[in-house]
């Protein structure tokens, strides 16, 4: 069967790419009474769209990309959503060959954000339009309304922003979408986003594995305590499913679901992403990486399985007198952890905006964050309130809101901590959060030593507290010094 081509200039915007996420954004668009255009590289997936799904919206299908480009008005928006790397460059290309200055090409699939400044620039030299944006929300997002962060130009938002703003979710008729930034801006914030998530998610693990291991606790029941949490501080999506993941039976044994799940995590990179970017930014993103290498760690069965048989566990036994205050402890702790990996989340999204001279406004970053993400939670109001008190704030731990929290949590947080270390349970974001938190409020560091050690082998020089300049000393000649500047 073929499709028939539609009629030219038909559609408010085209989406290429049909399978879930694509063909859920051009429902959601056509839900909100926009024309689509849809179109798949492989026809039977666009003909299976309309069969299931034609009647909710008006969306005028094509086989061939020649057909799809035509059927979109000028100047036309075309959404991409296929497999990325080097699908996302082909569809791009055949894209670029068949539109007109002034059109706008949309990648919204995970593209890394140094991908997307080359395509945009190589599509800008062609006089088109290119917009990455950031889609998160998963497949019921895409359908429902996700949070959506666009780049690319200002102009391409004038035309792209509203359809954008109307399929986002929205918090009290706030739309999660804003623009971003300049070229890869959109994908930049989105993985510092997926980032976030990881270390959502891991200091989430981190406190599940404590009851369990401390208190014995069945799944049921730490879902039962997460199903409590939700009521607090900690109130998040994240939350809300965790205490159903939790509360789900094994259909075959009866078992808790999740006691028969293999603890191996998986990953598809942009933990991985963020990690490399806050390494080359110099920015301290520890929770993060903490959170993605524990899943490297958990999939490394052949390693622990030899680690388990040779090193001892040297443990001690630590009395919990009171379970209720152990868990509110742990709970604490699960939010000191939190308040730090998101601080250091926004200062990577800071530091590569001042880099690459996009000026994202921090606090819009957490406001279309609120919903239709998987990091959604009312937390991030909070976040956009200090961006709003101080634009410039240097780090969003010393705003004065961040600040009393955390003094609220840190007894609570140490306790915890010091039992895990005691007891061999690991929580590495809860334990390397903390000592981020006692690094950064610091007086001194030891760095003045590390200084010393570098100038001793490789004559790398150092600053002085008590003088300007640059120094030097001969150390195998005690009391010279050279001063270089
Ligand atoms: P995944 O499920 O891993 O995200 P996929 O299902 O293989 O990836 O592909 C997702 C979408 O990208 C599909 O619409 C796919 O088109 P087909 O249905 O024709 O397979 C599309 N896609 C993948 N590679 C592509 C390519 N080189 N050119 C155009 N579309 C491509």
């Given at each position: 069967?073929?499709?028939?081509?539609?009629?030219?200039?038909?559609?408010?915007?085209?989406?290429?790419?049909?399978?879930?996420?694509?063909?859920?954004?051009?429902?959601n668009?056509?839900?909100?009474?926009?024309?689509?255009?849809?179109?798949?590289?492989?026809?039977?997936?666009?003909?299976?769209?309309?069969?299931?799904?034609?009647?909710?919206?008006?969306?005028?299908?094509?086989?061939?990309?020649?057909?799809?480009?035509?059927?979109?008005?000028?100047?036309?928006?075309?959404?991409?959503?296929?497999?990325?790397?080097?699908?996302?460059?082909?569809?791009?290309?055949?894209?670029?060959?068949?539109?007109?200055?002034?059109?706008?090409?949309?990648?919204?699939?995970?593209s890394?954000?140094?991908?997307?400044?080359?395509?945009?620039?190589?599509?800008?030299?062609?006089?088109?339009?290119?917009v990455?944006?950031?889609?998160?929300?998963?497949?019921?997002?895409?359908?429902?309304?996700?949070?959506?962060?666009?780049?690319?130009?200002?102009?391409?938002?004038?035309?792209?922003?509203?359809?954008?703003?109307?399929?986002?979710?929205?918090?009290?008729?706030?739309?999660?979408?804003?623009?971003?930034?300049?070229?890869?801006?959109?994908?930049?914030?989105?993985?510092?986003?997926?980032?976030?998530?990881?270390?959502?998610?891991?200091?989430?693990a981190?406190?599940?594995?404590?009851?369990?291991?401390?208190?014995?606790?069945?799944?049921?029941?730490?879902g039962?305590?997460?199903?409590?949490?939700?009521?607090?501080?900690?109130?998040?999506?994240?939350?809300?499913?965790?205490?159903?993941?939790?509360?789900?039976?094994?259909?075959?044994?009866?078992?808790?679901?999740?006691?028969?799940i293999?603890?191996?995590?998986?990953?598809?990179?942009?933990?991985?992403?963020?990690?490399?970017?806050?390494?080359?930014?110099?920015?301290?993103?520890?929770?993060?990486?903490?959170?993605?290498?524990?899943?490297?760690?958990?999939g490394?069965?052949?390693?622990?399985?030899?680690?388990?048989?040779?090193?001892?566990?040297?443990?001690?036994?630590?009395?919990?007198?009171?379970?209720?205050?152990?868990?509110?402890?742990?709970?604490l702790?699960?939010?000191?952890?939190?308040?730090?990996?998101?601080?250091?989340?926004?200062?990577?999204?800071?530091?590569?905006?001042?880099?690459?001279?996009?000026?994202?406004?921090?606090?819009?970053?957490?406001?279309?964050?609120?919903?239709?993400?998987?990091?959604?939670?009312?937390?991030l109001?909070?976040?956009?309130?200090?961006?709003?008190?101080?634009?410039?704030?240097?780090?969003?731990?010393a705003?004065?809101?961040?600040?009393?929290?955390?003094?609220?949590?840190?007894?609570?947080?140490?306790?915890?901590?010091a039992?895990?270390?005691?007891?061999?349970?690991?929580?590495?974001?809860?334990?390397?959060?903390?000592?981020?938190y006692?690094?950064?409020?610091?007086?001194?560091?030891?760095?003045?030593l590390?200084q010393?050690?570098?100038?001793?082998?490789?004559?790398?020089?150092?600053?002085?507290?008590?003088?300007?300049?640059?120094?030097?000393?001969?150390?195998?000649?005690?009391?010279?010094?050279?001063?270089?500047?």
């Amino acid at each position: 069967m073929s499709i028939p081509t539609p009629p030219a200039g038909i559609a408010d915007i085209g989406v290429t790419g049909m399978a879930v996420m694509g063909s859920n954004l051009a429902r959601n668009l056509a839900h909100h009474g926009y024309k689509v255009a849809i179109h798949n590289r492989t026809a039977a997936k666009t003909e299976h769209v309309m069969a299931e799904h034609g009647s909710e919206g008006q969306f005028f299908p094509s086989e061939s990309m020649e057909d799809f480009v035509q059927s979109l008005a000028k100047p036309r928006v075309a959404i991409i959503m296929v497999k990325a790397g080097a699908p996302t460059d082909s569809v791009i290309n055949q894209l670029a060959d068949l539109m007109e200055p002034g059109d706008i090409i949309v990648d919204c699939g995970n593209s890394r954000y140094t991908d997307t400044q080359r395509r945009e620039k190589e599509i800008s030299a062609r006089g088109l339009h290119f917009v990455g944006a950031g889609v998160s929300g998963g497949e019921v997002g895409a359908l429902e309304g996700p949070s959506i962060m666009p780049g690319g130009t200002p102009e391409s938002y004038k035309r792209l922003g509203p359809m954008f703003e109307t399929i986002s979710a929205h918090v009290n008729g706030e739309p999660c979408c804003t623009y971003v930034g300049p070229d890869g801006a959109g994908h930049f914030v989105k993985m510092v986003h997926n980032g976030i998530e990881y270390a959502d998610m891991q200091v989430i693990a981190e406190a599940y594995d404590l009851m369990r291991k401390s208190l014995g606790m069945s799944a049921s029941q730490i879902g039962d305590v997460f199903a409590r949490w939700n009521a607090t501080e900690l109130n998040s999506y994240l939350i809300e499913i965790t205490a159903e993941v939790l509360h789900q039976q094994d259909a075959t044994t009866g078992h808790a679901l999740v006691d028969m799940i293999q603890d191996a995590a998986a990953q598809k990179g942009t933990g991985a992403w963020t990690v490399q970017e806050s390494a080359a930014f110099g920015v301290p993103a520890t929770g993060i990486a903490e959170a993605t290498f524990a899943r490297c760690l958990s999939g490394d069965t052949k390693e622990r399985a030899a680690a388990r048989q040779a090193l001892p566990a040297n443990t001690q036994m630590v009395a919990i007198p009171d379970m209720n205050a152990f868990i509110e402890d742990v709970r604490l702790a699960l939010y000191g952890s939190k308040m730090v990996a998101y601080s250091q989340g926004f200062e990577l999204i800071r530091k590569g905006s001042r880099e690459n001279n996009w000026n994202v406004d921090l606090g819009a970053m957490a406001r279309i964050w609120r919903a239709g993400c998987i990091i959604r939670a009312q937390f991030l109001g909070h976040i956009t309130d200090a961006y709003t008190r101080n634009p410039d704030l240097p780090l969003l731990l010393a705003d004065g809101y961040f600040a009393g929290e955390i003094a609220r949590v840190i007894p609570a947080w140490r306790r915890i901590v010091a039992y895990a270390a005691q007891t061999g349970i690991p929580i590495p974001m809860f334990s390397s959060s903390l000592s981020y938190y006692d690094g950064v409020r610091a007086q001194y560091l030891p760095a003045n030593l590390i200084q010393g050690q570098r100038d001793f082998f490789g004559a790398h020089t150092y600053h002085r507290t008590d003088r300007e300049g640059t120094f030097h000393t001969l150390w195998a000649e005690p009391g010279r010094t050279e001063v270089l500047q």
